[in-house]
């Protein structure tokens, strides 16, 4: 397209809807993970659960995600599945969550997107565990904001791991001599 073709406006104002759509999706995400990263009996419940439309599907794809996790139906039992992991202790300890590759696609009303996520997790009992999965979201829009219809995770890989976080000293360069 050179800079001299002029874009129906209906186009144009087509590409913004799919942007637009794009950006909430990704916040919505992105909200998610950040709760997520913080569960623990303080995470604000309805918050988490409000970011699932009231009709929504949580659950492990593939056979050790859908033997660790099961699945859920509504956003009453997806609330549900999330309070067992808000209490105190907190069952994790350090919990970050990772996406990358991401794609969004938006066609003829439909939004889904897909992520790489890797997670790093020390839970309670001092254990600590890298797991990485591939995540498959449908979106739809509910009440005027763009909610996870179906979440789907499936595991990629998972090990236990040494704990994350320690006191040693960082190993940087001495500065050089002036």
């Known amino acids: 397209m050179s800079m001299s073709t002029v874009?129906?406006?209906a186009e144009l104002e087509q590409r913004l809807r799919r942007l637009e759509i794009q950006d909430r999706v990704r916040a919505c995400m992105n909200r998610?993970?950040?709760?997520?990263?913080a569960l623990d009996a303080h995470t604000p419940l309805d918050e988490l659960a409000g970011l699932f439309t009231q009709d929504a599907v949580w659950e492990g794809k593939g056979a050790k995600y859908a033997k660790s996790f099961g699945g859920y139906r509504g956003r009453e039992a997806i609330a549900t599945?999330?309070?067992?992991y808000m209490k105190?202790?907190?069952h994790f300890a350090l919990n970050v969550h990772f996406?990358?590759?991401?794609?969004?696609?938006v066609q003829d009303g439909a939004v889904i997107g897909s992520w790489v996520m890797l997670?790093?997790?020390?839970?309670a009992s001092g254990a600590s565990h890298l797991n990485a999965a591939r995540l498959t979201v449908r979106f739809a829009e509910e009440e005027g904001q763009w909610r996870m219809a179906h979440f789907q995770t499936e595991n990629l890989f998972g090990r236990p791991v040494q704990a994350w976080n320690s006191d040693a000293e960082l190993p940087v360069p001495q500065p050089a001599a002036r």
Not at 119 to 123: D, K
């Open 7 to 9: 874009i129906p406006r």
């Open 32 to 37: 998610y993970m950040v709760l997520c990263d």
């Open 81 to 84: 599945m999330f309070a067992g």
């Open 88 to 90: 105190t202790p907190a």
């Open 99 to 105: 996406l990358t590759s991401e794609l969004i696609e």
């Open 119 to 123: 997670q790093t997790s020390t839970f």
